[in-house]
C-alpha cells in the first residue's frame, strides 16, 4: 500500500485553533486588567482565583510532531506561550491551563477508544499486554535499582507527587486563591485526578503496545521510527487517518501540555527573581514599573526555555524518564528544604542552604551519571516486525522504508555500543544505576537530615522559632510551641490579604 502518513487540513485547523485560544485568553486578561498595574494582580490574579480552574491549572501543570518540523514547532509554541504569560499573567496561566487539560484529557480518551475499537475490545487489549509482560504487578525488589516495583511506585512516586505539589507553581496557585478552605479542596482534587490520569496512562500504554501486536508490526524495530518516542503520535497518526481532525486534536494535547509546562514555568521564575532576588533593587520602583519589569523578564525566560529546548533534542532516551529525573533529581532537594521549614523549629538558613545544596548535587550527579554510565534497563519483548512490509499489514505503514531503514540500523548499532559501555561503568558505581523513581526521595531526605543537622550546630547564630504559625498544627503540639486559633488565623490571613489588595489598588489609582 502507498501514502505517506501526515496530518490533513482539518488537523491543521484544529491545531490552529487550539493554540489560537490560549493567546486570545492572554490577550483578553491583559485588556480586562489593563489598569490594575500590580505584582499581586499579574502574578496571584488579585488572590480571587477561583477553585475549578486552579485545581485543573495545577493537574495540568503535573502531566507534562509528526508532520509538522521539529524547529518550526517548538518556535510557534514558545512564542505563544511566552505571549500570553507575558500579558495575561497568572490567571491567562491557569484559564489556559484549565483548558488545556481539558484537551489532554480528551485526546487520551480519543487514543483508548480508538484503540480498543482496532483491537478487538478490552479483554484483548489486556489479554496481549499480559502475554507481552506488560501487566506485571507483583515486582517487590527491595533493590532501588529495580524499576516499577512496588516500593519504588508507591514510596518514590509519593515523594514525586509531592515535589510537584511543594514547588513554586504549585504555591503561586494555591496563593491567588480566595479561601484556605478552597486551596485545601483543590489539592484533594488532584489527588484522585492524579490517580485517574495515572490509569489513564497505562491504558495508553497497553493500547498502543496491543495494537503494533495484533497488526504484528513494531515500528520502530522495522526501522520506521527513530526514536521510541515518536509511537504514540505514529500510532495515533495510523489509527485515526479515517477521522478528519482527530489527529489533529492529539497533536493539539502534546501542544497544550507544552504550553501548560512553558506557561507555568515562566510564570514562576518571574516570580521568584522578582519577590526573591530584586526584592531590594525593586523598592524604590513604582509599582506599574516593577509590573512591567516582570512581565519583560517572562520574555527573558520564554526565550531562554525556547533555546533549552532546541538543545535538548539531542538526548536520547524516554521524554517521561527524563521529564521525571529533572523532577525528582530538582524537587526533592526543595521538599526538604520546605519540610525543614515545616517541621523543626530549630531549621535556619544556614541548614536550608547547605542541606539543599549538597542534596542538589547528589540527585543531579545521580541523574548525569544514570544518563551516561547505568547500565541499560531490561527490555520487555517487542511486537513482531513481519507484516510491517507486506500488503496485509496496516494500510499505512509504507513509504518510509528504505531510508529510515538503513538509519535505524546504524543508529541500533551506535546505541548498542554505548550500552555496552554503560554497562561496565555501571556495575561499579552503584548510585549511577539507582532507578530515576527514587531521586525525590533520596533528594528529600538527604536534604532535610543535612539541614537539621546544619541548623543545629548553628543555633547559636539564629535562635529556633517560636511561632507556631510556621509549623504544621501536628507538630506544634509535639515541640509546645503556643496553640494558635486556626479559625482566627485563617480570617486574619485574609484579612490581611484584603488589606493588602485595597492599598494596592489606592496606590494604583494614586498613580494613574
Avoid at 88 to 100: E, H, L, N, P, R
Avoid at 401 to 406: A, E, F, H, P, Q
Wanted: glycine share 8%.
Amino acid at each position: 500500500m502507498s501514502g505517506n502518513v501526515g496530518l490533513q487540513i482539518a488537523d491543521y485547523v484544529v491545531i490552529a485553533v487550539m493554540l489560537f485560544i490560549p493567546l486570545a485568553v492572554g490577550v483578553f486578561f491583559a485588556i480586562k486588567d489593563a489598569k490594575k498595574t500590580n505584582r499581586d494582580e499579574y502574578l496571584f490574579g488579585g488572590r480571587k482565583m477561583s477553585m475549578l480552574p486552579v485545581a485543573l491549572s495545577i493537574f495540568a501543570t503535573f502531566m507534562a510532531a509528526a508532520g509538522i518540523p521539529f524547529y518550526v514547532s517548538v518556535l510557534i509554541v514558545g512564542s505563544i506561550g511566552t505571549i500570553y504569560t507575558a500579558i495575561g499573567g497568572i490567571k491567562s496561566v491557569v484559564w489556559t491551563d484549565a483548558f488545556q487539560c481539558c484537551i489532554m484529557i480528551t485526546g487520551l480518551m480519543v487514543m483508548i477508544g480508538k484503540g480498543f475499537s482496532l483491537v478487538g475490545g478490552a479483554d484483548k487489549v489486556w489479554s496481549k499486554a499480559e502475554a507481552g509482560g506488560r501487566t506485571n504487578f507483583l515486582q517487590f525488589s527491595p533493590d532501588p535499582r529495580s524499576r516499577s516495583t512496588w516500593w519504588s511506585t508507591l514510596i518514590g512516586g509519593c515523594f514525586m507527587w509531592l515535589t510537584n505539589v511543594f514547588n513554586q507553581s504549585t504555591t503561586q496557585r494555591v496563593c491567588a486563591m480566595r479561601t484556605m478552605k478552597e486551596a485545601k479542596i483543590t489539592f484533594v482534587i488532584n489527588f484522585f485526578m492524579c490517580i485517574f490520569y495515572g490509569g489513564f496512562l497505562f491504558a495508553v500504554g497497553i493500547v498502543i503496545y496491543a495494537y503494533f501486536d495484533h497488526i504484528q508490526c513494531d515500528p520502530y524495530n522495522a526501522g520506521l521510527i527513530s526514536n521510541k518516542n515518536q509511537l504514540p503520535p505514529y500510532f495515533v497518526l495510523h489509527v485515526l487517518q479515517d477521522l478528519p481532525g482527530m489527529s489533529g486534536l492529539y497533536m493539539s494535547s502534546i501542544f497544550s501540555g507544552a504550553l501548560s509546562t512553558l506557561s507555568s514555568g515562566m510564570n514562576a521564575l518571574a516570580a521568584n527573581t522578582v519577590e526573591d532576588i530584586l526584592q531590594r533593587p525593586l523598592r524604590n520602583f513604582t509599582e506599574q514599573r516593577s509590573t512591567l519589569m516582570t512581565k519583560l523578564l517572562v520574555l527573558v525566560y520564554g526565550v531562554l526555555i525556547v533555546v533549552v529546548a532546541y538543545l535538548a533534542r539531542t538526548m536520547t532516551g524516554s521524554v517521561a524518564q527524563m521529564t521525571l529525573s529533572v523532577f525528582g533529581a530538582c524537587g526533592g532537594p526543595i521538599l526538604g528544604v520546605f519540610l525543614l521549614g515545616a517541621c523543626f523549629p530549630s531549621g535556619n538558613k544556614y541548614g536550608a542552604l547547605v542541606g539543599g545544596a549538597l542534596a542538589l548535587t547528589l540527585t543531579m550527579w545521580m541523574s548525569v551519571g544514570n544518563q551516561l554510565y547505568g547500565k541499560a534497563p531490561p527490555t520487555l519483548p517487542s511486537p513482531s516486525t513481519d507484516m510491517c512490509f507486506t500488503n496485509e499489514s496496516d494500510p499505512f505503514l509504507s513509504e518510509w522504508t528504505t531510508n529510515n531503514s538503513t538509519w535505524h540500523t546504524n543508529a541500533s548499532s551506535m546505541n548498542t555500543k554505548v550500552i555496552s559501555n554503560q554497562t561496565d561503568v555501571g556495575f561499579s558505581l552503584f548510585l549511577y544505576n539507582i532507578t530515576y523513581e527514587w531521586y525525590g526521595c533520596i533528594g528529600t531526605v538527604v536534604s532535610l537530615v543535612v539541614g537539621l543537622l546544619v541548623s543545629l550546630c548553628t543555633c547559636k547564630w539564629q535562635q529556633p522559632t517560636h511561632n507556631a504559625r510556621l509549623i504544621f498544627p501536628f507538630l506544634a503540639k509535639v515541640w509546645s510551641l503556643p496553640k494558635v486559633d486556626r479559625e482566627t488565623n485563617g480570617k486574619a490571613l485574609e484579612k490581611l490579604l484584603d488589606y493588602e489588595t485595597q492599598i494596592q489598588a489606592q496606590n494604583n489609582s494614586l498613580m494613574s
